[in-house]
Nanobody
């Protein structure tokens, strides 16, 4: 199993910056990629960005050029640097760890979520 603990959420104004952190523990050797998702009430959880063990990244179109995902393998931590924040970025942000392989099957672990609120 993998445990994920997020931190860094908060309330800020349009145009501001924020960095989210997520520390992974447990069976970290099984992690294929780490990522961030977000969810607003009444909507499905959506992918924001993810990063693989080799460092490849992927971003949602809505955050490209504004958000940067990175990881520090020595600290088992993934970060999401968010710049030029907009009110539509307001959501609960969840850390995600995708684990497993074709033989064992794949599984997703989730953090508890951290609220990001951007005021206009």
């Amino acid at each position: 199993q993998v445990q994920l603990v997020e931190s860094g959420g908060g309330l800020l104004q349009t145009g501001g910056s924020l960095r989210l952190s997520c520390v992974a523990s447990g069976s970290i050797f099984s992690i294929n990629r780490l990522g961030w998702y977000r969810q607003v009430p009444g909507k499905q959880r959506e992918l924001v960005a993810h990063i693989t063990t080799s460092g490849s990244t992927m971003y949602a179109d809505s955050v490209k050029g504004r958000f940067t995902i990175s990881r520090d393998n020595t600290k088992n931590t993934v970060y999401l640097q968010m710049n030029s924040l907009k009110p539509e970025d307001t959501a609960v942000y969840y850390c995600n760890a995708n684990t497993g392989n074709a033989n064992t099957g794949y599984y997703n672990y989730w953090g508890q979520g951290t609220q990001v609120t951007v005021s206009s």
